[in-house]
């Protein structure tokens, strides 16, 4: 009998004590929490970790089955946005404030990670410590060195400034960042090939110019995103990145009509659609929500639990022994 090379991965990985699932982290009201929904079962409970600092508003990325970064931070008060790096180590489930800092305080950016390479946190916001100087987006990509956590800044850079974006990884191949908006909402997709980090637009675009938007993969064959809000109401469409050719084209099924949203995927499996704003939708406000996308159909439908608590603007990482 065959046996999937894959599969007895990630039987080890489990045996060892290490469970792949979807993490969401900190958010309006969650705030330091660190939550996790198993791929295996939907199940989704709060984990006895902490962040360091109430949080919110900031990006995750995952090194497969080892662990997944944060970075950001809305703070609520100027200058907003923070440096500060947040490590889970999955092994434990332990988190801890790293003494590598981004390079520039941020808030609203994006993230993707390279398992087994480097983490990208591309975009956000900026307004320098100390200063009544307007928060700008920024066009930035930094990175950190999952080896030894080490950060620096890419030569490449977004193809314009933008914050409000999302992200998701082709892991070996490329990352993608998703709308956003700078002087106004796009539709645009970049692609940063991580051979050498040169960062272009991709051909097709999002089905609507939107800001807030959330991303995940199926790596290897397609991302997901979509979500967030036109300048008007809330969005519920759901696009996909074919990589093969990165054609882009909305699915059939929809999210109820959120922004703010987390999100994140296990290859060949399904991904989470988790918390936000939702608005038009009723009951207006952040919700509880996990919906779940099935890879095998792309059909989407309510996961089998919800987050402890309504929330939004959390970051999100998996933990992905297929990666």
């Not at 994006?110 to 410590?129: E, L």
């Amino acid at each position: 009998m065959a046996i999937n090379p894959a599969l007895l991965g990630a039987v080890a990985n489990q045996a060892g004590g290490i469970v792949d699932g979807a993490y969401w982290v900190g958010g309006l009201s969650s705030l330091r929490a660190v939550i996790k929904t198993l791929f295996a079962s939907d199940s989704t409970s709060t984990l006895a970790a902490t962040l360091g600092s109430n949080t919110y508003g900031f990006a995750g990325c995952g090194d497969g089955m080892v662990a997944g970064y944060s970075a950001g931070n809305d703070i609520g008060v100027s200058p907003w946005g923070t440096n500060v790096i947040s490590k889970q180590t999955f092994a434990d489930e332990s988190n801890v404030e790293l003494s590598s800092v981004l390079p520039q305080l941020r808030w609203m950016l994006a993230a993707a990670g390279n398992a087994g390479n480097d983490g990208y946190f591309a975009g956000g916001h900026y307004r320098p410590a100390g200063t009544g100087t307007p928060a700008t987006p920024m066009d930035t990509l930094f990175k950190i060195d999952f080896s030894d956590d080490s950060v620096s800044t890419s030569a490449e850079t977004l193809t314009q400034d933008m914050m409000g974006l999302g992200g998701l990884a082709n892991n070996g191949v490329a990352a993608y960042w998703t709308g956003g908006m700078d002087a106004s909402r796009v539709d645009t997709i970049d692609k940063t090939d991580f051979s050498d980090d040169s960062t272009a637009n991709i051909v097709d675009t999002l089905s609507s110019n939107a800001v807030y938007v959330t991303g995940f993969a199926n790596s290897g064959t397609a991302g997901y995103t979509g979500s967030g809000h036109d300048g008007s109401v809330g969005l519920d469409f759901v696009d996909k990145i074919t990589f093969s050719d990165d054609g882009v084209a909305a699915l059939a099924a929809t999210i109820t009509t959120r922004w703010t949203v987390a999100s994140a995927g296990q290859k060949g499996e399904h991904g989470y659609f988790a918390g936000g704003y939702q608005s038009p939708d009723s009951p207006t406000g952040y919700v509880d929500t996990i919906e779940k996308l099935d890879f095998s159909d792309d059909s989407i439908g309510a996961a089998g639990s919800t987050l402890p608590a309504a929330s939004g603007s959390k970051a999100d990482f998996a933990c992905d022994s297929g990666l």
